[in-house]
């Protein structure tokens, strides 16, 4: 079992950067496949992009590439999201999530953070 913490949110302007960060608890964070989530007010929780467990493979949202970079830290148990050119659609709740499959598909996590709130103004 695995808690999820995240942390980095918070209001930007269009442009601008943000770096996301998700701590897992206990040992076997190297097992899993992470991933990040988001969801807009009034809309489902959409993938984003996922990192495998030694990092080396990587896949994204066609909504983010070339503008998110996942990354893991395996020796601190952490997962960012370097989030560049951010635009007001990218405003939403983000969540991180931990799973055993390479997937963008949201059921298949069994792992969840509560969530970072990203703001970006216009």
């Known amino acids: 079992q695995v808690q999820l913490v995240e942390s980095g949110g918070g209001l930007v302007q269009a442009g601008g950067s943000l770096r996301l960060s998700c701590l897992a608890s206990?040992?076997?964070?190297?097992?899993?496949?992470m991933g990040w989530f988001r969801q807009a007010p009034g809309k489902e929780r959409e993938f984003v992009a996922y990192?495998?467990?030694?990092?080396?493979?990587?896949y994204y949202a066609d909504s983010v590439k070339g503008r998110f970079t996942i990354s893991r830290d395996n020796t601190k148990n952490t997962v960012y999201l370097q989030m560049n050119s951010l635009g007001p659609e990218d405003t939403a709740v983000y969540y991180c999530a931990a799973g055993s499959t390479m997937t963008w598909d949201r059921k298949r996590y069994g792992y969840w953070g509560q969530g970072t709130q990203v703001t970006v103004s216009s």
């Open positions: 206990g040992r076997t964070f190297s097992t899993y496949v």
């Open positions: 990192v495998s467990w030694h990092g080396r493979n990587t």
